[in-house]
């Protein structure tokens, strides 16, 4: 019983990292086409899908690196929406 109150304990302690960001989704209904780097092709992609934020786009400042499923794509701001950290 010691060794699990310990762990629960140290759970418990494990601070949010600096880096934690909020979460995203894509805004809108239906399909949109994103520019994929790494295919260097345009993709379909499921508008209301959760992604991963990364960074400006160095190429296009208007546009965020976006993780969506298992692609990295280029997106505008304006298709982004923060959910907060749900």
């Known amino acids: 019983m010691d060794i699990l109150q310990?762990?629960?304990?140290a759970g418990l302690a494990i601070p949010l990292e600096e880096s934690s960001q909020?979460?995203?989704?894509?805004?809108?209904s239906g399909?949109?086409?994103?520019?994929?780097?790494?295919?260097?092709t345009m993709v379909r992609v499921a508008r209301g899908s959760e992604c991963i934020v990364f960074e400006k786009d160095p190429l296009n400042k208007t546009?965020?690196?976006?993780?969506?499923?298992n692609d990295l794509l280029s997106i505008s701001e304006d298709d982004?929406?923060?959910?907060?950290?749900?």
């Open 6 to 9: 310990e762990i629960l304990e």
């Open 31 to 40: 399909f949109g086409w994103y520019y994929s780097d790494s295919k260097k």
């Open 63 to 69: 546009k965020f690196i976006v993780q969506v499923g």
């Open 22 to 28: 909020p979460g995203y989704i894509l805004s809108g």
């Open 80 to 86: 982004l929406i923060e959910i907060g950290w749900n």
